[in-house]
């Protein structure tokens, strides 16, 4: 049951093997007519792409994209989303716990602003952050919006 098991699984010299596989490939032919793209331009890869799908009846092969110009589409054929709804208006409960994260921010960021040494500034701010957020948190609606409608999607 001891089975002494290799160090290498696989070939000693894995450079050698894939020169040997990449020269023969070389002689069969296969890709001498790769392009490299870093030096080729766009008009480059546009001709390679249309003579290597050259068709005997002149039409350009389904799998080259052209142009939009070229394609004969006026813009009238694509969705054009309507415009978002604005905003709604923020109420003075919402403005005043924003303002409590501000304050917090610049507590913590810059205390001197208020005459404060960072040592009282810094629990401050975490007192103002915390009740901003939580105020933020408190105030948020668990029910749909009253201008929703009859469906309100799946609920559980």
Same mark, same amino acid.
């Given at each position: 049951?001891?089975?002494?098991?290799?160090?290498?699984?696989?070939?000693?010299?894995?450079? !050698?093997?894939?020169?040997?596989?990449?020269?023969?490939?070389?002689?069969?032919?296969?890709?001498?007519?790769? %392009?490299?793209?870093? !030096?080729?331009?766009? !008009?480059?890869?546009?001709?390679?792409? %249309?003579?290597?799908?050259?068709?005997?009846?002149?039409?350009?092969?389904?799998?080259? &994209? &052209? !142009?939009?110009?070229?394609?004969?589409?006026?813009?009238?054929?694509?969705? =054009?989303?309507?415009?978002?709804?604005?905003?709604?208006?923020?109420?003075?409960?919402?403005?005043?716990?924003?303002? %409590?994260?501000?304050?917090?921010?610049?507590?913590?960021?810059?205390?001197?602003?208020?005459?404060?040494?960072?040592?009282?500034?810094?629990?401050?701010?975490?007192?103002?952050?915390?009740?901003? =957020?939580?105020?933020?948190?408190?105030?948020?609606?668990?029910?749909?919006?009253?201008?929703?409608?009859?469906?309100?999607?799946?609920?559980?």
């Amino acid at each position: 049951m001891n089975a002494r098991r290799d160090s290498t699984d696989g070939p000693e010299n894995v450079d !050698e093997l894939f020169a040997e596989i990449v020269a023969g490939l070389e002689r069969d032919g296969v890709g001498k007519d790769w %392009l490299d793209l870093d !030096e080729a331009g766009t !008009e480059d890869i546009k001709s390679v792409d %249309l003579k290597a799908h050259d068709d005997p009846t002149g039409d350009i092969p389904l799998d080259v &994209e &052209e !142009e939009p110009e070229r394609r004969g589409q006026d813009d009238e054929d694509h969705y =054009v989303p309507p415009e978002p709804p604005p905003f709604p208006v923020l109420r003075a409960s919402t403005i005043a716990a924003l303002g %409590l994260l501000g304050l917090g921010i610049v507590l913590l960021v810059a205390p001197g602003l208020f005459g404060l040494q960072s040592r009282i500034g810094t629990p401050l701010s975490l007192v103002a952050l915390c009740a901003g =957020v939580g105020w933020l948190i408190l105030r948020m609606r668990n029910t749909p919006p009253p201008d929703s409608g009859w469906d309100d999607g799946a609920q559980v």
